[in-house]
Every structure is written in structure tokens, then in C-alpha cells.
């Protein structure tokens, strides 16, 4: 890795533990035993490396969500699980050591700390969800075209349903004070699913 591409990999995974204002350049400095003077040479300030950051992290997501949704081959089954393996690597990257309800994306940590942030940040952190909302209907029309569901679920709000239960897995870890509140949810969303438009 390039020593931006490092300053980018600690800021991230710092910001995700302790949020942006719990985090100092000095903090990614001394990870890294470098010196302020190059994260500033890289990033100019704290926003502009907290903006980069979540830029990447974002797009890094969006890849994995959209492959997972627009794969024209798996069940709609088969892509919800995929997503719940996705949020589970992640949350195990961030409680490996029992810290049950740990944040672990950095898209949930800043958006709950969006006043200290220009609005672009909001703009991309929405678009985000836009976009995870996007490859959730996606997927529910793939289904439906493939037989799975009845053609009336597209025209409710289901794809919003399938979204959120990725995009807001991290608040029903906390919540609920583990994992298995994630999978649970996961559960009960497949079964309203099936129950109300599945054609099996």
C-alpha cells in the first residue's frame, strides 16, 4: 500500500471505532509512526481525509452491494443472505472481542455525527441509501421476473424493506445487544416477504 492509501486504512478504521471527533491526526499518526506533516501533505485537514474516507468506503460498499443484488442468477433468498454475510464480516471485524454493539460502518458513524460535517457529507451518505434502495428493487424485479414473487410486490414499498434491513443492521445489533437481532430481522423480512407475495 502506497502511505496514503495507509493514512486512508487507519483514519477509516479509527473513525469507525471512535468517530470522526473522537479521532486526531496525531491518533493516525502514531498508529502508523509517521508525523503529521504527511497526513497533511496527502489530505490538507481532518475533513478533507475524513471526505476521502468516506467516499472510498462508500464506493467500497456500493461494489459489494450491487454485485450481490444484480446477480440475474441467485434467488432473492440467496442475495439477502449474502447481505447478512456482508454485515456479519463486518461487525465481526469490529467485535471480535466480545464488545457486543460496536459500530462497525463508517457510514453509521458519521451520519450520526452530521453536524460536525459540511453538507456534502450528507448528500453522500443519502446517496448511498439511494443506491442500496436501488439494488434492492433491482433485485426484487430479477425474482419476479424469475417466478419467486407476485408481480403486485414491485409496486410495494418491500424493496425499502430489504434495504433497510442492511443499511440500518448496525442500530439493530446495538439494540438489540448482538448479532442475532440482525439475523432475526433478516428472518422476519424474508418471511413477510414470502408470506404476503410468494408464489410457492
Known sequence: MSMRDEILRVATELYTLRG???VSFNDIAEV???TTTSIHYHFKNKVGLAK???DEYAAGVEHEIRAIWTDQNTT???KMQASLDFNRRSYFRFNRQGEEGRVWSLLSRFANELDAFPPEFRARI???RAEVQACARHGLEIAT???EYRAEVLRTDMSRMLAQSFLYAGYIARDGGNFEAVERNYRLVMDLLKRSYGTG
Request: proline content about 0%; hydrophobic content about 50%.
Open 20 to 22: 470522526y471527533r473522537g
Open 145 to 147: 421476473a424469475r417466478g
Open 52 to 54: 476521502q474516507a468516506l
Open 32 to 34: 502508523l509512526g509517521i
Open 126 to 128: 443519502g446517496a448511498f
Open 76 to 78: 432473492l433468498a440467496r
